[in-house]
């Protein structure tokens, strides 16, 4: 039998998922055995003009990682898209944007203004920031030119699998490999590797009445080892995350940050994670639950944290 080509691809993403692929354990051998990395600049050398002179759909598989960022990033998501007969949004940026995708917070001036200029531990007096191209005496460099807008990965081509997570656990990954090994796909678009229902129905933690005077951060409080995180005012995205990953932070004590992305038949994760804090406020009084809603730093990230490029606003406008 003809060994499967695969090739992987980091896009606007912290590499993370690149080393989780690395969780599929001892199976790395039996991936070995049945296919070969064609493309995966971060784990074999390879060049860009390497993939472009293969021919359409000549790669069995495509894990690509990351958000759409910059031209860089959409140009090889469209050159593997056309090389690759499976193409996968793997891990939590590539399907939804994820933290890369909190840039939309802000445009592409703002963002270089903050990181290469205003930033207290820069040291910049002549303000000089990235260009897409600059001429050095031996000849023209250039760099892709960076976007406003963070977009994940189906915006810009069309995605056979999702696969959430930040990062996707090694069993997701194997699920992923031998559905395409074994030719068993799912539906197109289906999102391979965890569950439909919402978090909360597969975590352990003693579930009673929601009712919240007081949110807290993680450093605030010592909470209670078995009842719902939620119950004892830390944020948890259970109700509107879903399930997968076996809950795994609310069982060693940390509120689920929604990395699985929403469950089936949640259109915005962030509105849904709202709506569900808002209905366990406990007063009736205006002042009171301003008072209690003060309590939520940084509204954006802990709402949308993975979800904001795409979800229904996408992005914070700027005027
Ligand atoms: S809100 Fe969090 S801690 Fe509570 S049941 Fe859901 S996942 Fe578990
Ligand atoms: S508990 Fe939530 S944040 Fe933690 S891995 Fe699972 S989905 Fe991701």
Redesign the pocket.
């Known amino acids: 039998m003809a060994k499967l080509k695969v090739a992987g691809y980091w896009a606007s993403s912290c590499g993370g998922c690149e080393i989780a692929t690395l969780e599929i354990g001892a199976n790395i051998v039996k991936l070995a055995e049945l296919a070969d990395i064609v493309f995966w600049p971060c784990i074999v050398d390879g060049k860009y003009k390497d993939v472009e002179a293969m021919t359409d759909g000549e790669i069995d598989l495509c894990l690509f990682n990351g958000a759409i960022q910059n031209e860089e990033n959409e140009h090889q998501a469209k050159v593997l898209r056309a090389k690759s007969k499976v193409m996968v949004a793997y891990g939590s940026c590539s399907y939804e944007g994820c933290i890369p995708g909190l840039a939309n917070v802000a445009n592409q001036e703002q963002i270089f203004d903050r990181v290469f200029v205003s930033c207290p531990s820069v040291d910049n007096p002549d303000k000089v920031i990235p260009q897409t191209s600059y001429q050095a005496p031996e000849g023209e460099l250039t760099l892709p030119k960076i976007y406003d807008t963070v977009r994940p990965l189906a915006a810009v081509i069309d995605v056979d699998y999702f696969v959430p997570?930040?990062p996707p656990t090694g069993e997701q990954t194997w699920a992923v490999l031998e559905a395409v090994v074994t030719g068993n796909l799912p539906a197109k678009g289906s999102i391979v590797g965890a569950g439909t229902r919402a978090?909360c129905d597969e975590c352990k933690r003693n579930k009673e009445e929601k009712k919240v005077k007081k949110f807290y951060r993680t450093h605030q409080i010592m909470p209670d080892p078995d009842r719902c995180l939620l119950e004892q005012g830390l944020l948890c995205?259970?109700l509107a995350?879903?399930e997968?990953?076996?809950?795994?932070?609310?069982a060693a004590g940390?509120p689920?940050?929604?990395?699985?992305g929403p469950p089936d038949g949640v259109v915005d994760q962030g509105a849904k994670f709202m709506s569900a804090v808002a209905s366990i406020v406990d007063s009736n009084d205006p002042a009171e639950i301003a008072v209690i809603l003060d309590d939520i730093k940084d509204p954006i990230g802990t709402f949308y944290r993975y979800s904001l490029p795409s979800s229904i606003l996408r992005r914070v406008q700027i005027k």
């Not at 997968?244 to 609310?250: I, M, N, R, T, V």
């Not at 689920?256 to 699985?260: E, S």
Request: net charge positive; with cysteine; hydrophobic share 25%.
């Open positions: 997570g930040c978090l995205a259970g995350t879903r997968g990953c076996g809950a795994l932070c609310p940390m689920c940050t929604g990395c699985y």
